[in-house]
């Protein structure tokens, strides 16, 4: 491996979906670090179709939490709103939303923090988070992260390896 900050792929390491979450407060200044991560990624044509809800009000906190168990114990939530709407070149906001993402479970480990992408439950919850957090009808709730301590920390589950799923010049050609 070419030498570099090893920290980078620690932080990618350590990452894992967390869903149980100790009581202890997370600063808004975390939050707003997370965010900056997320608004930092690159998004189609630069258009930055996306906003965010930083949740800390314990009463918010509690109704989000009926949305998915998975925010279990979560002191705070980062709520991902995108602009469904296309760029000149094409309709490139959810792959923004994504990468967005990304960047904010990263930066959460990287500041000693946890979280868990909630996508799935937020669909099926789509148009009681938007009446629940005043969300115009011009946006999408496409996901929620709830961010705080890890109550537990879960082994690395198997991962694919590189000589599993890479190939070099053309589709199954392994290195030589």
């Given at each position: ?8 792929f620690e932080?990618i390491n ?7 979450f100790?009581?202890?407060?997370v600063?808004v ?10 608004l ?6 630069n ?12 009463a ?9 168990k998975a925010?279990?114990g979560?002191?705070a ?6 602009e469904?709407?296309?760029t ?6 959810l792959q ?7 960047s ?7 500041l ?5 992408w909630?996508?799935?439950?937020v669909?099926?919850s789509h148009?009681?988070i ?10 999408h709730v496409?996901?929620?992260l ?10 690395r589950?198997?991962?694919a ?8 010049d053309?589709y ?5």
């Open positions: 491996m070419p030498t570099s900050d090893m920290r980078f932080v350590a990452r894992r979906s967390i869903r149980q100790t009581a202890e407060c600063p200044e975390v939050l707003e670090a997370i965010v900056q991560a997320g930092e990624s690159p998004t189609g044509c258009a930055q179709l996306r906003q965010y809800i930083i949740v800390t009000d314990p918010v906190m509690d109704r989000l939490r009926t949305v998915s925010m279990d979560a002191p939530a980062i709520v991902q709103l995108i469904p709407k296309p000149q070149w094409g309709d490139f906001h923004d939303a994504a990468a967005s993402i990304q904010m479970l990263l930066a959460a480990v990287a000693g923090y946890a979280s868990c909630i996508e799935g439950q669909r099926r148009e009681e938007r009446r629940m957090l005043g969300v115009p009808d011009t946006l496409s996901a929620i709830p961010i705080g301590r890890a109550a537990q920390q879960p082994r589950p198997e991962k390896t590189l000589a599993q799923t890479t190939y070099y053309s199954g050609r392994k290195k030589a």
